[in-house]
């Protein structure tokens, strides 16, 4: 569902309330209309914001995907689709999959997004932890993104999760890992997962800073000089 132009115009100069969907996972569930774009999000977070959704974006453009050869990606945490559109707008079409637990994300993600994307969606409705355990299939780039408000899940955190992904991961596949790092606490739990956990699983494991929370990123591509480690 497009907005109403006026309302996208009045966007950038005020927020407009849109829908509330709460759900048991996510009591205070809600789309809002800002800067000409929908914004999904909770109490305190933000978990989709269109082409602004500054964590991804600022990740994809340093990683230079143009250069990878990538089909499949796989998205655990989907939201309201920011991920495709924002590699959409970069020119870059693949075929996706989405695992997201929570219905009422995976109904508004329908009614306001989906049937905008030029690129394939299989949608699956699924605890993301369980499903890598079962999934055979292989991917070029998994983008993990799951919060909970924001909060991740400790089952998300555990090498057992990761270890489970990364058998998703094509040969010179790529992984990115959403944390946030906005505050000293968030920080320092960011860095402490990512030197004893995250790069046990992927020892050549790097970190972009971004919009306030740290991509942790598999491993160098393309010989990029990602300089965090």
């Known amino acids: 569902m497009r907005p109403a132009p006026w309302k996208k115009w009045l966007s950038y100069l005020t927020e407009f309330h849109v829908e509330d969907a709460p759900s048991e996972l996510n009591p205070a569930l809600h789309v809002c209309l800002v800067n000409g774009r929908y914004q999904l999000c909770t109490e305190n977070a933000i978990y989709s914001?269109?082409?602004?959704?500054?964590?991804?974006?600022?990740?994809?453009?340093?990683?230079?995907?143009?250069?990878?050869?990538?089909?499949?990606?796989?998205?655990?945490?989907?939201?309201?689709?920011?991920i495709p559109i924002i590699l959409e707008k970069m020119g870059l079409d693949y075929s996706y999959t989405a695992v997201e637990i929570d219905e009422q994300v995976i109904y508004l993600a329908s009614k306001y997004e989906l049937p905008y994307l030029r690129s394939p969606v299989q949608m699956i409705c699924a605890d993301a932890a369980q499903w890598v355990q079962i999934s055979e299939e292989q991917f070029d780039l998994i983008a993990v993104d799951i919060f909970l408000d924001d909060v991740i899940p400790d089952r998300f955190t555990q090498s057992f999760f990761l270890e489970n992904t990364k058998e998703l991961l094509r040969p010179e596949g790529l992984l990115l890992y959403n944390r946030l790092a906005n505050t000293a606490t968030d920080l320092e739990k960011t860095r402490t997962f990512f030197e004893e956990t995250f790069k046990e699983v992927f020892p050549k494991g790097r970190y972009l800073e971004v919009g306030g929370n740290w991509m942790l990123v598999s491993e160098l591509i393309n010989n990029i000089p990602l300089d965090r480690d």
Do not use: T
């Open 49 to 82: 914001y269109a082409d602004l959704y500054d964590n991804f974006s600022g990740a994809f453009a340093q990683l230079n995907l143009k250069e990878q050869h990538i089909k499949k990606v796989l998205i655990l945490g989907f939201g309201m689709a920011s």
